[in-house]
C-alpha cells in the first residue's frame, strides 16, 4: 500500500497544494514507480487518499500517455518518431531497435526486459534520432552508439551515454567533440 | 561568429559554469530580485515589463506586461503564478536548455513577476518526459530556499513566495494555458472555454498568470539594465528583444541561436546553423513550430519578428524552425506532423477530435499510393471546418501543415494520386470509416 510505504511523500506533496485532487498526478507517478504501471488497487487507494471516485482518477491515468495501466518491460524504449526526428532518421532507429531485439513499437521482449513503444516530440529536435529509456535521453544515436548502449542497460540497467545537461551546439571545451 | 550580444544564453556558455546557486550570484544572479524588493512597487515592475516590449515566448506572442495588468488589483485572496515549461511543439527545445543550464535564471524570473502580481504561490508545469529537468529545478529551488530567496519572508521582507514543480505526464495540450490549469487542478487536461480569462478565473477559479520559461529568464536583465536597454534590442517596436530559435532537421549545426529578433532566416539559416548539412538544397521551412505554415526558398530573407513572419503568411511561434532539403516529400512531411496532431487531440471538441481522425486517415491514403482524386477537396473541406471552430488554438494548428503544402507543394499530392490512378488501385468508396 502507498499510504504506508510513502507516508512522508505523500504529506509533503499534498502540503503543497490548496486542494486534494491537484495530487493525482504525483501519486499517480509513485503508484507507477512502486509496480511498474498503474494497478486498479493503486488507483483505488489514490481516489481514497484523495476523496475522489476511482472514474475520476481513471479517467486522469487514461488522458496522459505516461501512465501504464498495464505491466511493461522493465526498459520501457520510447522513439520519437515527429516530423523534426524522421527527417534525420528515426524510423531507421527503429529498424536497428527491430533487428537487435526482434520486437517493434507496441511489443515485449519475451524475457520482459524492453518494451518499445513510438512517441511524439521530446522536445530533442536537434538531437535525433533519439530515444528515452525510463527516465533517461539518448541523442543523436548512431548504429554503434545504439549497440553500446543496449549493452550497457542489459549489464548494468543504465548507460553513461545518457544525455546530462542539455546544451546545443555543445559548449566550447566539451571533450572530444567538435 | 554572432556580432551581438547574447542575454539568456550568456552565462551558460561560458565556460565552467554549473548552473549552480554559487555560479549564478557571481555572475550577479539575484541583483533583479534585491532590486524590486519593496523598492520599486509592483505596478511599477509592471510597467517597466510593459515598456521593455517583451512579449510571450510561448507561442502567441503576448504582451507579458499586459498580461500581468490584468490581474485585479484588489483582489483579496490568493493569485498564483504558473511557468509554462511544458515544452512540446515539435521543433523547439530552448526552454529545456534554460532549464537543465540555469535554472536560477528562470527562477529569479519567477519571483519578480510574482512580486509584480502579488502571488504567494507559483508552479513550475513541466513535461513530465524531462526528468532530469525537473531533479535540476527541485534541487535549485532548495538551494534557493536555503539562501532566502524562496519561502516565508524572503530575504528578511513581508514577501512570501512558494515555488513548487509539477510534472505533467505525457499531453501536448497542457501547454495550452488552459489546460495546463486544468491538468494541474489534477484533471484531464481540456482547454477550458474563454472568457472568464485566466487573469481573472485561473488556477483554483483565482487570478493566475501564466509565462514560459524564456519569457521569465528575461525578467531578471530587464529589471538590471532598464526597459529602454531591452526594448531597443532587436526588431522594435513590436519584436523587442532576442530569441533563442531552435533550429532542426536538415542543417549542418542543429541548436539553440540566441539571435537578436529580426535578422533573415537565410541568417540563421546560413550563418548559425552552419548552412544545409549536404549539397542538397533547401527546399521548406517551417518557422515557428509545428503549429506554424510551411515557408518556401523564396521566405529566406523574410525577418524572424513577430511581424515579418506574419506577414508572410506563418507565424513566429514557439521559435522552433525546421528546415528541410530538396528531395524530402512534403506530403510525406505534412502526414508526420498530422499524425502528432491525431495523437495530440485532447478530444473535447468534435471538429478537432473527428477532423484529425479524418485528415490522417486521408493523408495516409494518399501517401501509401491509394489516394483518389476528390481526397485533395476532401482535405481542403475539412480544413476549413476545424480551423476557428474549435475552444482552443489546436484546431487552427493542426490544419497549417496540410493548408500549407498543398499551397505551396500541390503538384506533388496530385501526382502521388496520379501515380495511384495508373497503377489500378483505386477502391470503391469505402462502406464506412474506420471507425
Known amino acids: ?178 | 561568429m554572432p556580432k551581438h550580444e547574447k542575454i539568456l544564453l550568456k552565462n551558460m556558455e561560458t565556460h565552467g559554469y554549473t548552473g549552480s546557486l554559487a555560479d549564478y550570484e557571481r555572475t550577479g544572479g539575484y541583483t533583479a530580485l534585491r532590486k524590486v524588493l519593496d523598492k520599486i512597487s509592483p505596478a511599477e515592475v509592471t510597467e517597466i515589463v510593459k515598456k521593455s516590449g517583451l512579449r510571450g515566448r510561448g507561442g502567441a506572442g503576448f504582451p507579458t506586461g499586459v498580461k500581468w495588468s490584468f490581474i485585479p488589483k484588489d483582489h483579496p485572496g490568493p493569485k498564483y503564478l504558473c511557468c509554462n515549461a511544458d515544452e512540446s511543439e515539435p521543433g523547439t527545445f530552448k526552454d529545456r536548455q534554460l532549464i537543465e543550464r540555469d535554472p536560477h535564471q528562470m527562477i529569479e524570473g519567477m519571483l519578480i513577476a510574482c512580486y509584480a502580481i502579488g502571488a504567494e504561490a507559483a508552479y513550475i508545469y513541466i513535461r513530465g518526459e524531462f526528468v532530469l529537468g525537473a531533479q535540476i529545478l527541485e534541487r535549485a529551488l532548495a538551494e534557493a530556499r536555503a539562501a532566502g530567496y524562496v519561502g516565508r519572508k524572503i530575504l528578511g521582507t513581508d514577501h512570501s513566495i512558494n515555488i513548487w514543480v509539477h510534472r505533467g505526464a505525457g499531453a501536448y495540450i497542457c501547454g495550452e494555458e488552459t489546460a495546463l490549469l486544468e491538468s494541474l487542478e489534477g484533471k484531464r487536461g481540456l482547454p477550458r472555454v474563454k472568457p472568464p480569462f485566466p487573469a481573472t478565473h485561473g488556477l483554483y477559479n483565482k487570478p493566475t498568470v501564466i509565462n514560459n520559461v524564456e519569457t521569465l529568464a528575461n525578467l531578471p536583465h530587464i529589471i538590471n539594465r532598464g526597459a529602454e536597454w531591452f526594448a531597443a534590442i532587436g526588431s522594435p517596436p513590436k519584436s523587442s528583444g532576442t530569441r533563442i530559435f531552435c533550429v532542426s532537421g536538415h542543417v549542418a549545426r542543429p541548436g539553440n541561436y540566441e539571435v537578436p529578433m529580426g535578422i533573415t532566416m537565410r541568417e540563421l539559416i546560413y550563418e548559425h546553423a552552419g548552412g544545409m548539412r549536404s549539397e542538397k538544397p533547401l527546399k521548406a521551412i517551417i518557422p515557428g513550430g509545428a503549429s506554424a505554415p510551411f515557408l518556401t526558398t523564396e521566405h529566406l530573407d523574410v525577418k524572424l519578428d513577430f511581424e515579418s513572419v506574419a506577414q508572410a503568411g506563418s507565424m513566429l511561434g514557439s521559435g522552433g524552425v525546421t528546415v528541410m532539403e530538396e528531395g524530402t516529400s512534403m506530403v510525406w512531411a505534412a502526414l508526420r506532423l498530422m499524425e502528432f496532431f491525431y495523437h495530440e487531440s485532447c478530444g473535447k471538441c468534435t471538429p478537432c477530435r473527428e477532423g484529425s481522425s479524418w485528415l490522417v486517415q486521408t493523408m495516409r491514403r494518399i501517401v501509401d499510393g491509394r489516394g483518389r482524386k476528390s481526397d485533395l477537396e476532401t482535405l481542403v473541406q475539412l480544413c476549413q471546418n476545424i480551423a476557428g471552430r474549435t475552444v482552443c488554438a489546436f484546431g487552427d494548428a493542426e490544419v497549417a501543415p496540410i493548408m500549407s503544402t498543398l499551397k505551396y507543394w500541390r503538384s506533388e499530392y496530385e501526382e502521388l494520386i496520379q501515380q495511384a490512378e495508373a497503377a489500378g488501385l483505386i477502391q470503391l468508396e469505402p462502406a464506412a470509416a474506420r471507425h
Request: hydrophobic share 40%; proline share 6%.
Open chain 1, 1 to 178: 500500500m502507498l499510504k504506508e510505504k510513502y507516508k512522508t511523500e505523500i504529506a509533503d506533496i499534498l502540503s503543497r497544494y490548496p486542494t486534494r485532487r491537484s495530487a493525482v498526478l504525483p501519486l499517480l507517478y509513485l503508484a507507477q514507480k512502486e509496480e511498474g504501471y498503474v494497478s486498479e488497487p493503486a488507483m483505488k487507494e489514490i481516489a481514497g487518499i484523495l476523496r475522489l471516485t476511482t472514474p475520476q482518477v481513471y479517467e486522469v491515468v487514461t488522458f496522459y500517455t505516461m501512465f501504464q495501466v498495464k505491466p511493461i518491460g522493465t526498459f520501457h524504449i520510447q522513439v520519437c518518431k515527429s516530423l523534426m526526428c524522421a527527417l534525420v532518421g528515426s524510423d531507421t532507429l527503429l529498424a536497428w531497435l527491430k533487428a537487435r531485439l526482434g520486437i517493434g513499437p507496441g511489443e515485449t521482449t519475451s524475457d520482459k526486459l524492453f518494451t518499445i513503444s513510438t512517441v511524439e516530440c521530446l522536445a530533442s529536435c536537434g538531437t535525433g534520432p533519439m530515444m528515452q529509456i525510463n527516465d533517461d535521453y539518448y541523442e543523436s544515436i548512431s548504429e554503434a552508439k545504439l549497440d553500446r548502449i543496449l549493452a550497457d542497460i542489459q549489464r548494468d540497467g543504465t548507460s553513461p551515454l545518457k544525455s546530462g545537461p542539455f546544451m546545443l551546439p555543445e559548449p566550447a571545451g566539451a571533450q572530444g567533440k567538435s
